[in-house]
């Protein structure tokens, strides 16, 4: 409640910030300081204190596990802040106003984690979207900025289209948005009503559009193709993440009790998710594009949160969200600091750039899930989520070989950083960037090691 | 206590390798680390009966019911010290090669090292499987930053053939921590309650990963092309050692975690590794190079080693254990032939070579011996390891086609012997030419290093009693656990 009050207000001031301050180091300052005031604010209602107190019970609930995930987001904004900076002024001369539409994401952000009714659900997902829109298009001499912003608008008012009358169905069952009410009305052993499963279904479709699932992902990789990649990173950590955080918490809380009805179908999801992300990611010449696919392969690994639904799921969808944000945040600001986005581009990045190549390394070793690093323990999480269902062994076995199968893709790049030869292609990062960089690599690797420091607040 | 050592000094000694500027530093300093690792080594086997210093164990990761445990039994602590006294050798044998970035190069090495040990001396599934994939990373970088020329694709089939066999392995390590109350300690797991039909299907998830390790017969052939593209000094470490991770995991990590599944599924491993055998002899004697020969060798020798652990003996087990060791130090033995003979003449084709012994005797000698030892000649070490598996093979009470291996798997010994003594006909004996005409003999640093890999070879090979008494322990603990009549009686 306190970030969330905070970035809404913080989001105007920046949109003023743009008319009085010309100078971009200041802008980035103001947001900067806005952001480390929203985590100190969410930290303390983390612990315990309150600033504003509203009654907001039928509409959102802040329990440690919404406000952990908002800590981490907001965490990892200002990291992205940080080690991309230098590409937020490229992208065009409004910086304030992309600074003051990262604000209004986080109040978006915030909704997502902590909503109790579907119609929170629904701002939440616009106050979410709207600003992307905005952003993938930020780039307006470009034409495949444009195109990419006018495709992700349509195909996203129609995914919200789907969304509402899923919302609609459920209500027309039901006669409430409240989730509890819900989760009385779907006790088990209730007959369920075609009208129910239509709803969830309908909902489930669209929030898997969202968060780019397949066979509802074909907007992504062109969308994060055509947006600047600076905002591409964005959307693909944080927002995507939020979602996930927003849909396993309308079907846990709401269709939680009607679970037998729908988990196949989120098995079929899984399945086509990871087999379509990974196996069309080996095939990719651009490192952006494959970036794209590999964050629709983790989607799949994400889902089974939804699948398993129980302790080990809220832990693991909190250790794969930071460890997924925070290596996906550093690689594609490397990537965006190239001019040649290829692999070819990387060829002997180590040898020209070593502090760069070993933090890439380190990212792609963590999205590949190696030991030591964060990555691995969110997809230890998540496998030990599953197998704890005691069903569909053979999904998560399936799931592993696509893990190696993403390997096949991750380390495509480390060879051509490390074995080959190939002239410079990086375009030089300042000293902050470098550090925010190294900081990345510290904290994948410490959350690695000791996953407790993040998930004790879980819990206390 | 020494068994955090033997992991932290090869650990802390490797990441401070890398901020080492000059070559000759780089040198002194890794081989200053690898001798310390090797008397932290002796120091252990010196108190192998106070297992009070053998083990260590501290809070990690409790949430998970993992601890970080780890312990030196008589199993763990001799790979261990094979592991440390692998390193100074290969160390002193290629001290001549020049590596570009030998910083680098040097702490990669002493990090896989560290990697290795871990491995050996787990007692905690998720520590096993954190090691397991660690020692490989070093291997990978190392193998494709230093090899040959097509080493590129071929690292990286070796890679995602070990990773899926790890993932594997995890999703049933995991499988069997959801079943046996949320604990990744390694007696847990020996008393899983597991049902006879998950122990079947678990069974082939974590022999997966030990498989491609190994390697046994159909996943071995990320391993022929490996050996050849890596630097040798990569190539010696990755057969003499972490072939017997494969190994350690059969012995430590499925047989007793399984005993049932084992029990039932056992043939099937012992029969491919049986054609295993039979297969890589014969290819064996059509390869040219000589690393591909050894290469091909080692998948011959290992196999036995799998069937012997199927045959759930206690010759056999014990044959495992000598043999485990004997086949490191020899195969060992042998990567340092091969790489001082590339360095003198250029070459590792045996058609090119010849009449090599009458240029550097003394090399000609020790290859010989080891050579004996590769065959199992009697009173080399690797013919007590040999005998004891075959006889445990052979009297196999859990298998009725014990008859059969043994008398196939003989066949592999025979097989060797054609091609050991094609390789050494080729390359030490007939005419000199012009390749070999001006080559010199080694020097004493080589020398040594041949010297004390001889020494070893004959000890254990005229008096192995001491060596087996003090696995006779572990052997013993190990088939009880997967004794399936024991479980029997324990219901």
Known sequence: MNALLLSAIMGVVMMFTGIWVKRYTVIKRVALAGMALLFVANCIELKGTKWFNFDVSGFMQFNNFSLVFIAIAIFVTILFTLVSGTEIRKVGNYPADYFALIFFIISGVILLASFQNLLILFLAIEIVTIPSFILTGAEKRNLKSNEAALKYLLLGSFSTGVMLLGIALIYGSQGSFDINQMQIGMLEGNKISNLQVAGILTLMFSMAFKSSIAPFHFWTPDIYDGAPTVFASYMATVIKVAVFIGFIRLFENAFGNLSSTWVVWIAVLIVATLLIGNITATFQQSVKRMLAYSSISHAGFMLFAVFAMNESAHEGLIIYAAGYSLATIGIFAIVAKMNDYSYEGFNGLARHQPLIALTATICLLSLAGIPLSVGFLGKFYMLKAAVLTGKYIGLVVFAVIMAAVSAYYYFRVIQAMYFKEGPDNFTGATTVEKYSMVAICALIIILGIMPGVLLVHLYF | ?491
């Open chain 2, 1 to 491: 206590m020494i068994a955090l050592l033997l992991i932290l000094v090869p650990l802390l000694g490797g990441l401070a390798t890398f901020f080492l500027k000059k070559e000759s530093e780089v040198r002194t300093w890794s081989l200053f680390v690898a001798v310390l690792t090797f008397i932290v080594a002796i120091l252990g086997v010196s108190v192998l009966n106070a297992p009070e210093y053998l083990s260590f164990k501290a809070d990690w990761m409790g949430d998970l019911g993992s601890t970080f445990s780890i312990k030196a039994d008589a199993m763990g602590m001799m790979l261990c010290m094979l592991t440390a006294i692998s390193f100074p050798i290969i160390f002193i044998g290629t001290w001549k090669t020049a590596y570009e970035k030998p910083q680098n190069f040097f702490a990669l090495m002493l990090l896989a090292q560290a990697g290795m040990m871990g491995v050996f001396l787990a007692m905690d599934a998720l520590v096993f499987y954190f090691f397991w994939e660690l020692a490989l990373i070093p291997m990978y970088f190392l193998s494709s930053q230093w090899g040959g020329a097509r080493r590129i694709p071929v690292m990286f089939k070796f890679f995602v053939y070990t990773f899926i066999g790890s993932l594997l392995m995890l999703v049933g390590l995991i499988y069997i921590w959801s079943k046996n109350g949320g604990s990744f300690d390694i007696d847990a797991f020996y008393n899983s309650k597991l049902s006879v039909k998950e122990q079947m299907w678990l069974f082939w998830l974590l022999f997966a990963a030990f498989a491609v390790k190994m390697p046994i017969f159909p996943f071995h052939t990320w391993q022929p092309d490996t050996y050849e593209q890596a630097p040798t000094a990569v190539t010696a470490v990755l057969s003499a050692i972490m072939v017997k991770m494969g190994v350690l995991g059969l012995l430590r990590w499925l047989l007793p975690v399984l005993p049932v599944g084992s029990y039932v599924m056992g043939d099937n491993p012992s029969f491919l590794a049986m054609i295993g055998i039979v297969y890589a002899s014969i290819i064996a004697f059509r390869q040219d190079d000589m690393k591909r020969l050894v290469a091909f060798s080692s998948i011959a020798h290992v196999g036995l080693m799998c069937i012997a652990a199927f045959s759930e003996s206690k010759s056999g087990m014990q044959g495992i254990m000598i043999q485990m060791f004997s086949h490191g130090i020899n195969i060992l033995g042998l990567w340092v032939i091969i790489e001082i003979i590339e360095r003198k003449f250029g070459t590792r084709k045996m058609s090119e070579l010849g009449g090599v012994a009458q240029k550097a005797p003394a090399l000609a000698i020790a290859f010989f011996v080891i050579m004996f030892a590769t065959v199992s000649l009697p009173i080399t070490n690797a013919f007590i390891g040999e005998y004891l598996m075959l006889n445990g093979i052979f009297n196999s009470t859990v298998t009725s086609y014990g008859v059969i291996y043994a008398v196939v798997a003989s066949t592999g010994v025979i097989l060797s012997v054609v091609y050991m003594f094609s390789m050494a006909r080729k390359v030490f004996l007939g005419n000199t030419n012009e390749l070999t005409v001006k080559g010199t003999d080694i020097d004493f640093p080589e020398k040594a290093v041949l010297g004390i890999i001889l020494v070893i070879i004959l000890v254990m090979g005229v008096y192995p009693q001491p060596f087996l008494n003090m696995m006779e322990g572990v052997s013993d603990s190990l088939l009880k656990a997967s004794d399936i009549q024991h479980l029997i009686l324990k219901k």
